[in-house]
C-alpha cells in the first residue's frame, strides 16, 4: 500500500473508522500521560517503553511510543529499542516519542544521543513522526537533525524558550508545542505573535491544566476565536501526519 505522505492508507482507515483521529471542533491536546478523553477532547497519549504500556481501543485517543531519556540507562537500553521497535505498528500509535534530550536529568549525553538516533532511524523506516523532549540540549537536537536530515516532521513539546530559539527550530521544519504553565502567562504573548501559526500546538502534559483554557489563552493572544484556532491546530495535525486535509 502506498504511504500516504505519511500513514499508510490502511493505518488512517483504521484510525478514522475508530475515531482515532481528531474530528472538526475538537480541542487537540498534543501531548499528555495517562490522559482519558473527554467529550470533544482529543488527546495524543505519550507511552514510555519502560512503562510497557500498550494501546486502549478507545475513541478520542491516539498514542506515541518512544523512549523518555529519563528512563534510559546502560542496562535496560537495548531491551527499550527491541519494545520500540516490536510496539510501533500496533493499531493506535501514530508517532515515536517521547524521546530526546536531557542534560538536567537522565544518563549520558552519548547514550541518549544514541538512543534518539536509534528511534529516528524508526520514524523514518515506519514513516511516523516524532514528539521530542529537549532540555539544555538544543545543539545535540540540532545536531543530528542536520546528520539524519529527516523526512518525517518532529514536534519539540513542552517548549518555553525565547524567539530566536523558536526561529531556529522552526526554520528546520520542526513544530512546537508550548509548556502549559509558560503558555498561560502573559508573558508568553510576544513569541505567540511572533510564531506561524501553523507550526503550533498546545498541550497539558497530563498535568492539572485544562486544555480550554489554554485554547481561550492562545486565542485572545492571536486574536482568533476559539473555533478558528482550533480548525487551525487541526491543519496543524493533518499537516505533521501527513493525513489528507481537510480530513472527513
Ligand atoms: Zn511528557
Redesign the pocket.
Known amino acids: 500500500m502506498k504511504p500516504l505522505n505519511g500513514l499508510t492508507k490502511e493505518l488512517l482507515c483504521y484510525l478514522n473508522k475508530a475515531m482515532h483521529l481528531p474530528q472538526p471542533g475538537d480541542y487537540i491536546d498534543i501531548?499528555v500521560?495517562g490522559g482519558t478523553p473527554a467529550a470533544g477532547i482529543f488527546i495524543l497519549e505519550?507511552l514510555m517503553a519502560h512503562e510497557e504500556k500498550l494501546p486502549h481501543d478507545a475513541s478520542g485517543v491516539s498514542y506515541t511510543y518512544g523512549i523518555?531519556p529519563w528512563f534510559l540507562n546502560e542496562a535496560n537500553h537495548n531491551q527499550l529499542i527491541i519494545s520500540v521497535e516490536n510496539s510501533v505498528n500496533q493499531p493506535g500509535i501514530i508517532a515515536i516519542g517521547?524521546a530526546g534530550f536531557d542534560r538536567i536529568r537522565g544518563p549520558s549525553i552519548e547514550l541518549q544521543r544514541l538512543a534518539f538516533e536509534e528511534q529516528i532511524i524508526i520514524s523514518e523506516e515506519t514513516r511516523k513522526p516524532v514528539v521530542i523532549?529537549c532540555v539544555r540540549a538544543w545543539d545535540e537536537l540540532l545536531s543530528v537533525q542536520k546528520r539524519r536530515k529527516p523526512k518525517m516532521p518532529w514536534l519539540v513539546?513542552?517548549f518555553r524558550g525565547n524567539v530566536e530559539l523558536a526561529s531556529q527550530l522552526l526554520s528546520k521544519g520542526m513544530y512546537l508545542s508550548f509548556w502549559f504553565d509558560f503558555i498561560l502567562r502573559p508573558e508568553s504573548r510576544d513569541l505567540l505573535r511572533h510564531l506561524p501559526v501553523n507550526r503550533i500546538f498546545l498541550e497539558t502534559?497530563?498535568a492539572e491544566a485544562n486544555i480550554r483554557t489554554i485554547y481561550d489563552k492562545v486565542a485572545a493572544d492571536l486574536n482568533l476565536s476559539v473555533a478558528d484556532l482550533k480548525s487551525v491546530i487541526l491543519k496543524n495535525f493533518n499537516a505533521f501526519f501527513g493525513l489528507p486535509a481537510p480530513f472527513i
Do not use: L
Request: no cysteine; aromatic share 0%; proline share 0%.
Open positions: 501531548h500521560h505519550s523518555h517521547e523532549h513539546h513542552g502534559d497530563g
